[in-house]
């Protein structure tokens, strides 16, 4: 009981310190000035961005892409670890749902950012186009996000309902809240196996739901004729992409949130390891697909696709390019193949480079193709040729990426980022078979 | 089809007179009466129907409509003109790069010089051929993948062939201009240039401009209504654009009318990348025994 006692003490939410309200203020800020540029883009129009009619899309996209990438992590790896009973994912599996639900839906704000009129928003349900990739989108997202609450909150439950009691006398109001939360969980046999099924049937349908939301997201591009888009690796590619985002990020947060949290206990070498190895998976699917992408089209390239090609292997784009093949693909796999890099120190650095790597690479994908159109840019200014973001794409861009660590933060400061019921569970099991007399 | 300048200067006065915010521009005049043309006497006047009957009508009920002369309403202009295909023949051989077509587009688009229509292209088709230009517009494919791709049906295309945008339903997310293989489609990155324009919307002549939203060529619905030329052909000074029906099998450059059918087959006539099958209507006939040698100057256009 005194062992319960304590996991409790460890793994309940926790008040901020100083730090963690500077952090906070830190956020507001930069979501403030995010919204002060976008009231400004939609006032003028995005002539405040450096879009234009051939970089008709930019750093939006980009962006876009690269939030429906991370919210890959809980869907597939939580789901699928759950489904092959691989206990590593105990300490694990709520700080991937919290990202996955942060993600997407930072994703579907930052689609909407990138609309020229966004007053126009309903026009997508009232003349809905079935045939239309973004309608596909308009369906899909929603499902997503709905899906992942649900993956996030059932688990919950039990823990909820262990706060209420936690804080029943110390903070009434928050143990009411918990209460109401927590839907009346008593734990009892029905309420369990209501909520084991309720879970597996959500694990189920949210490998197949998140595959189709990265494929479709890979469809935006393929269904055009754009050079570097006009693909058919780009499904199995954007999937295998966010395979290795998703866990860059789940690496990050974990690795941030057990030094912040003090959960060296709960959260050890052994799962970092773990994780490592996973990590190298995607990396090594990836690889595969990156090949299938760059390399083969090679030996095979039209006239304007060599263009395309060149410009990013040895271009204009090279630079951009090779940092995103290299910092956030190749390294990490070679550093994850040691054992050492697998300790959670390097494994900070190996998630910091997957994330930047993969941001950029997405910027990669969206950004050059509409830069070699087939016919050539000419009598345009000569500022249209070019694209890099302005002021206003840089502050919205981080105004996005504070209010998804604002919703991570959040739940971090709300909620047991580790299962509490669970961890219990499964420590008494292992005590049991180990000292039975204890 | 005649000289449209006495008609196309009248409509410059008349969309004066609007933008002076007459009553009339108030009461939105696209079937209001305009001026009433009402005699007191007794006499008949035979009229043509739409759907031709003959039928006299007494001069004192006759009453002149401003219908469609400034491009149908959005619901109309979905349909297309009846019994039309229309499409275009552009001669490479002609063409010096004039810059003709794109003022005379700019002008009648209200657009800037920085984001016209039409744009020519210095094109070279390999090292050992000579450079020529093109003149590009949108190709309303009858295939088109803009249209496809549309998540609001903003974007149309009409029986008669043409390829529209309702820009009071676009969402400005930019698709279609992604999937336009021809870069054809401009987007209103801000407020439109020319203010606001004081006229009730048509996608017939993509005006007013709105923020936010998508445009490009529109092969000038309003001037074919009216049984003329779109701008580009009329303006072209060496007559390299030939436009028509494809259902008559017969173009015209305004100058010379010859048969679609047998222009394309003596002059080998193709369709820029036909290879992607997205059917564009617009042909170009290759640039051989050229009228002009290939200048990036010339008198024409550095006048400009």
């Given amino acids: 009981m005194k062992n319960y006692d304590t996991l409790l003490e460890k793994l309940a939410p926790r008040k901020f310190g100083k730090r963690g309200t500077v952090w906070i203020i830190f956020l507001i800020i930069i979501i403030i000035l995010g919204l002060i540029a976008y009231i400004d883009q939609v006032i003028n129009g995005q002539v405040v961005t450096n879009m234009r009619d051939y970089a008709l899309w930019g750093i939006y996209i980009s962006n876009f892409v690269f939030f429906v990438a991370t919210s890959f992590v809980g869907s597939v790896t939580v789901a699928v670890l759950r489904l092959t009973n691989n206990t590593w994912r105990t300490p694990l599996v709520r700080i991937a749902e919290i990202i996955t639900f942060a993600s997407i839906v930072m994703a579907g704000l930052t689609i909407m950012i990138d609309m020229g009129r966004p007053d126009r928003l309903l026009n997508l349900f009232i003349h809905a186009r079935l045939q239309s990739p973004i309608t596909w989108d308009v369906i899909i997202i929603p499902t997503t996000i709905a899906l992942s609450f649900l993956l996030l909150y059932f688990p919950l439950l039990p823990d909820l309902a262990i706060l209420k009691k936690f804080y029943e006398k110390t903070k009434p109001k928050f143990s009411k809240w918990y209460g109401k939360l927590s839907l009346n969980w008593t734990g009892s046999k029905s309420q369990k196996s209501i909520q084991e099924k309720s879970i597996k049937i959500i694990a189920v349908l949210i490998i197949p739901v998140s595959i189709i939301l990265q494929t479709i997201d890979a469809w ?26 998703g866990l860059g990020a789940l690496v990050t947060m974990v690795y941030i949130i057990r030094r912040v949290r003090g959960l060296d206990d709960y959260i050890t070498d052994y799962h970092f390891d773990k994780l490592g190895k996973f990590l190298a998976l995607a990396c090594l699917t990836y690889l595969y697909f990156n090949i299938n992408e760059y390399l083969i089209p090679i030996f095979t390239a039209p006239v304007e696709e060599d263009i395309h090609l060149s410009a990013l292997v040895s271009g204009e784009w090279a630079p951009l390019f090779w940092f995103s093949q290299i910092v956030g693909l190749l390294l990490p796999l070679v550093i994850l193949l040691f054992k050492k890099g697998r300790k959670p120190i390097s494994m900070l650095f190996v998630g910091l480079m997957v994330v930047v790597g993969s941001w950029w690479k997405r910027y990669i994908i969206v950004i050059p193709t509409l830069l070699h159109p087939f016919l050539p840019i000419e009598g345009v200014p000569e500022s249209w040729h070019h694209y890099f973001p302005s002021a206003h794409e840089w502050i919205i861009t981080f105004a996005t990426l504070a209010m998804a660590l604002l919703i991570i933060t959040l739940f971090v400061r709300y909620l047991p980022v580790i299962p509490i019921q669970r961890t219990a569970d499964e420590k008494d099991m292992t005590l049991n078979k180990k000292n039975p007399e204890s | 089809m005649e000289d449209n300048n006495p008609r196309s200067d009248s409509r410059r006065k008349f969309l004066k007179k609007l933008s002076t915010g007459s009553v009339l521009a108030a009461t939105g005049l696209a079937f209001n009466p305009l001026s009433s043309c009402k005699d007191k006497s007794t006499k008949k006047t035979t009229l043509l129907t739409p759907d031709g009957k003959l039928v006299q009508v007494p001069n004192s009920e006759i009453e002149a409509m401003e219908h469609l002369y400034h491009g149908a309403p959005p619901e109309e202009a979905r349909k297309g003109i009846p019994g039309k295909k229309f499409v275009m023949v552009v001669d490479l051989s002609k063409c010096k790069n004039a810059r003709k077509c794109i003022q005379a587009c700019d002008k009648h688009h209200n657009l800037t010089p920085d984001r016209p229509y039409i744009k020519v292209l210095e094109m070279k088709d390999n090292e050992g051929s000579s450079p020529y230009w093109l003149p590009k517009k949108c190709f309303q494919c009858d295939n088109p993948p803009c249209v496809k791709v549309c998540p609001v049906g903003a974007t149309f295309k009409r029986s008669d062939g043409i390829v529209l945008i309702d820009n009071e339903r676009c969402i400005g997310c930019r698709f279609c201009m992604a999937a336009c293989p021809y870069s054809a489609r401009v987007f209103n990155w801000g407020n439109p240039p020319e203010g606001k324009l004081n006229l009730p919307y048509s996608p017939e002549t993509s005006l007013p401009s709105k923020q936010g939203t998508v445009a490009k060529c529109d092969f000038c619905p309003d001037m074919l209504r009216q049984d003329k030329l779109p701008h580009c052909v009329t303006s072209c000074p060496n007559g390299v654009i030939y436009f028509g029906n494809e259902l008559e099998d017969a173009v015209t450059n305004g100058e010379e009318t010859v048969r679609l059918s047998t222009l394309l087959r003596d002059k080998a006539g193709y369709r820029y990348m036909e290879e992607l099958g997205t059917k564009p209507r617009v042909y170009y006939l290759p640039p051989v025994d050229r009228l002009f040698p290939f200048e990036k100057e010339n008198s024409e256009n550095s006048a400009s």
Avoid: E, P, Q
């Fill in chain 1, 220 to 245: 935006l591009f393929s269904t055009t004729y754009r050079i570097g888009w006009d693909s058919t690796n780009m499904g199995a590619y954007f999937i295998s992409g966010a395979f290795v985002a």
